[in-house]
């Protein structure tokens, strides 16, 4: 099984930056790639984004140019660097990791408790 624990989450203002941090442990070598979704209250959740072992990333419309998602391999860590944030941004956000090259929440691997993200106008 794979394990993952979420931290960063928190309170930023407007147009401020954030980043989260998502650290796998157990059978790790099964996972290929590692993501962020999110649920805001009264919405579905949704892929933020993902990151393979080789680099390959994927975002969603709504945060390209504005959030960043990196990797340390060696450290099974993914991160998700949040800048310009936005009150839409406000949502509990989930880690992610599975064996394929996309990342699917309802057949992932393994997913997280989440992390809230609150921001404030």
């Known amino acids: 099984q794979v394990q993952l624990a979420e931290s960063g989450g928190g309170l930023v203002q407007a147009g401020g930056s954030l980043r989260l941090s998502c650290a796998a442990s157990?059978?790790?070598?099964?996972?290929?790639?590692m993501g962020w979704y999110r649920q805001a209250p009264g919405k579905q959740r949704e892929l933020v984004a993902s990151?393979?072992?080789?680099?390959?990333?994927n975002y969603a419309d709504s945060v390209k140019g504005r959030f960043f998602i990196s990797r340390d391999n060696a450290k099974n860590t993914v991160f998700l660097q949040m800048n310009s944030a936005k009150p839409e941004d406000t949502a509990v956000y989930y880690c992610a990791a599975d064996a394929g090259s996309m990342l699917i929440w309802i057949s992932a691997r393994a997913r997280g408790r989440g992390t809230q993200v609150t921001v404030s106008s």
């Open positions: 990151i393979t072992s080789g680099g390959s990333t």
């Open positions: 157990g059978s790790i070598g099964s996972i290929n790639v």
